[in-house]
């Protein structure tokens, strides 16, 4: 068993060569050093979305199926699934080894007798091993390519994991849902119905991946164009972030001790969501942080009105350190 973990952590290199078995396509699957879906991250895939903005409103796909699978990790059925990675990987070895873990016996306690009962499986991937994602990720690849090669509509899906979204022009969006459910129900799968959306981003925004996507109009033209900025869901999960690192029983620290975690946070937040008309947010994070920095030291200084009035943007950022979120738009994120 320890060998077989172990050797677990290896598999993703395997599957690496095979740079298409699990890559999610794309209208931009063709740009320089793109990434698999083995070693990209979801900002990758939203910045697909970001990077064809353009062509999303010029063809006017404002017809969004916001797609929720249900279940999906816990339905995929092992033999079709077998029978794709098959067609890939041809060592026998490592097919086997496959096998065994998809196969593994479920391990469940008689609620009665408290007694541990071993039942076999024929469908779903063992959720926390490295080999789970990759596999759930391959068995969606051909979806990918049925919709983004395939449909005479021309539609455009974004996918990461299970989580997609498809852009379809005006008129199309109805017939597309209806073949994807067939699409789905023909490999053991299903739409979670009640959380599964056909939308006009003209009316309608939907959340992804932690950004909201909807349609606005320009005040001068008048044309719609796309509008991409993190959700308030995302945002609100932040501040409570923020808050937890600066709860009262943080006031026996120092800003030295206490500002480089919170820089750790808000750089890996603005990374994420760099993309899209992300300026409001970012001012508005900032303005956050200025303020809960503030409340926080008037607490730890007895509410002094002194020390309360010293501690200013200005020395937050210049004195203290503490990171800036970018609003303008020629930031580059790898310059931080």
């Not at 196969?103 to 007798?113: F, G, M």
């Not at 919709?147 to 974004?158: F, G, L, Q, W």
């Not at 993309?275 to 508005?284: D, K, W």
Request: proline share 5%; net charge positive; glycine share 8%.
């Amino acid at each position: 068993m320890a060998k077989d973990q172990e050797f677990s952590f290896f598999l993703p290199s395997i599957f690496l060569p095979a740079r298409d078995f699990a890559c999610s396509r794309s209208p931009h699957r063709n740009r320089p050093q793109r990434k698999t879906f083995f070693t990209r991250g979801c900002g990758d895939a939203e910045g697909e979305i970001i990077w064809g903005n353009f062509n999303w409103a010029s063809s006017g796909r404002w017809e969004v199926i916001d797609a929720d699978l249900s279940g999906y990790f816990d339905s995929i059925p092992h033999g079709k699934l077998l029978r794709i990675v098959s067609r890939r990987i041809s060592d026998g070895g490592i097919l086997k080894l496959i096998r065994g873990w998809l196969k593994a016996p479920i391990v469940e306690r008689d609620p009665r007798t408290g007694k541990p009962n071993q039942k076999g499986n024929d469908q779903g991937t063992p959720q926390g091993g490295v080999i789970s994602p990759l596999l759930a990720n391959a068995y969606l690849n051909q979806l990918d390519w049925e919709v983004n090669e395939r449909c005479e509509s021309k539609p455009v899906m974004v996918r990461y994991a299970d989580d997609f979204v498809i852009l379809a022009r005006k008129g199309n969006g109805a017939e597309l849902l209806e073949r994807l459910k067939r699409w789905l129900t023909r490999r053991g799968l299903k739409l979670n119905e009640t959380k599964t959306r056909l939308v006009d981003l003209r009316q309608e925004g939907i959340r992804f991946l932690g950004f909201e996507m909807m349609g606005r109009r320009a005040r001068r033209s008048q044309k719609w164009y796309p509008h991409v900025e993190p959700h308030p869901k995302s945002m609100q999960k932040l501040r409570e972030t923020v808050r937890e690192k600066l709860n009262r029983g943080t006031l026996n620290r120092g800003l030295e001790e206490v500002i480089p975690e919170l820089n750790r946070q808000l750089k890996g937040w603005s990374h994420y969501f760099h993309y899209g008309n992300s300026t409001r947010a970012f001012e508005q994070v900032n303005r956050y942080m200025v303020g809960r920095l503030s409340r926080w030291w008037w607490r730890k200084h007895g509410c002094c009105y002194g020390q309360w009035n010293t501690l200013t943007a200005e020395d937050l950022y210049e004195r203290w350190g503490l990171f800036k979120l970018p609003t303008y738009a020629a930031w580059n994120r790898s310059s931080t």
